[in-house]
């Protein structure tokens, strides 16, 4: 079965997201409502809030999306839709638009896994990605490696963070410091500007010799050094301040800039052993880099380095569509269609779905 268009729905977080795909390659359109301002003042996601948030921009972000795709709901020939894992409120809003219009409309529905969309996203841009293929997905909720060997809708789960994921270290690591919410563009950019040998940082390692991450340790190491070096915490987290400005290397003294520095080689160093290692063992024909702390012009480069070196072609892809999106949810619903499935309307949904 191949529909014609295909609406995908994410809502898992603290984005409301639809796009409308013509083919598993071609985007129509896609729209991104991003809730950062709302819960920027909190440090982290609210996740009352973002349920309230989903239901109040769910209707315009699917007309914006619809309108921007030149195309109406009798012109849609499936749904996708995000069922987890996520916040359990978030999920259930876009999981319920989606039934309503596929019932409404008598077309088929398919739930995907908000982690299969991340790994799907690389397929929108890249029209061969060669198998068997190794992906790193890397992001706020979830750090983990997945092999696919063959294009069939299954992946082997190679690694995953025992603690918190990377991303959550680098919204920590900013809580700690002052920088905002969240942390991974600020750190990023800021990073910079810092000496990356100056402070130090070990690699965790698990004591039962498995690859899997960890990277609870790193936000204790940056409170560690925090203490010694009597590093103040910056005001960027002004929760009274509805457009807080984003923070410059100006305004940090050296040695914050050297700590966020030195805190971002070792997260990328331990991500880049991991994959590559794994990578070796699994004899990975490809490398691919997907979620938002894909977005890290470092682990960018320093995976592309390290992939030159072993022979392997490392793939990247836009950072609108690395980040949550809903065209990459419409993609992973595409081949879920394409291959026959859909899903019953007793779908629920899950808010610790693995893959
Ligand atoms: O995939 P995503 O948009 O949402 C989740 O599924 O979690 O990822 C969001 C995470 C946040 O933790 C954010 O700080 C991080 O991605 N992030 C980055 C960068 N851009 C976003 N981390 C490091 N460097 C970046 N440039
Ligand atoms: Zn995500």
Redesign the pocket.
Known sequence: MTPDLVLGIES??D?TAAAVLETPRTIRSSVVASQIPIHRRYGGVVPDLAARQHLLSIDTVITEALDTAKCRFEDLGGVAVTFGPGLVGCLLVGLQVAKGIAYARRIPFVGVN?LEG?IRSLFIEHADVPLPALFLVV????TALYLMRRDDGRYDTLARTRDD????A??KV?RILGLGY????V??RLAKHGDSKRFAFGRPKMTDGSDDFSFSGYKTSVLRHVEATSIARLGFMDPDDPDPRAPQPSDCPQPVLDLIASFQEAVVANLVHTTMKIAREARAASVGLA???A???R?RAAMAAAGKEAGVPVLTTSLAL???NAAMIAAAGYSRFRRGETSGFDLNADPSAAN
């Open positions: 898992s977080c984005e908000h991340h992001s706020g909720g979830h994921a990377a991303g959550e680098y919204d900013s969240p942390g991974g563009p750190l990023d979620g938002g702390v977005c890290n012009s682990l690395t980040t949550d």
